[in-house]
């Protein structure tokens, strides 16, 4: 890209640019991608382990039916 194309304002756009910085970014984008998604991941885990443990709790008390059984 010459002096003229960026007077004419033909420069492109930053994030078509291929440079060092574009592909850091990438990386800590994809990064911040993956952990979001394994946090997301342990959220569901902990969620389903505190149901299961309120369920197991129940058991030898008057809320233990053949439904809380099945459940578990």
């Given at each position: 890209?010459?002096?003229q194309d960026l007077e004419a304002g033909y420069a492109k756009p930053p994030h078509l640019?291929?440079?060092?910085?574009n592909s850091s970014s990438r990386q800590l984008?994809?990064?911040g991608d993956a952990s979001q998604s394994v946090a997301a991941?342990?959220?569901k885990i902990r969620t389903a382990i505190l149901g299961?443990?309120?369920l197991v709790n129940s058991l030898g008390t008057p809320k233990d039916?053949?439904?809380l059984r099945d459940k578990l």
């Open positions: 890209m010459s002096f640019l291929n440079n060092h910085y984008q994809d990064k991941g342990i959220f299961f443990d309120r039916t053949p439904e």
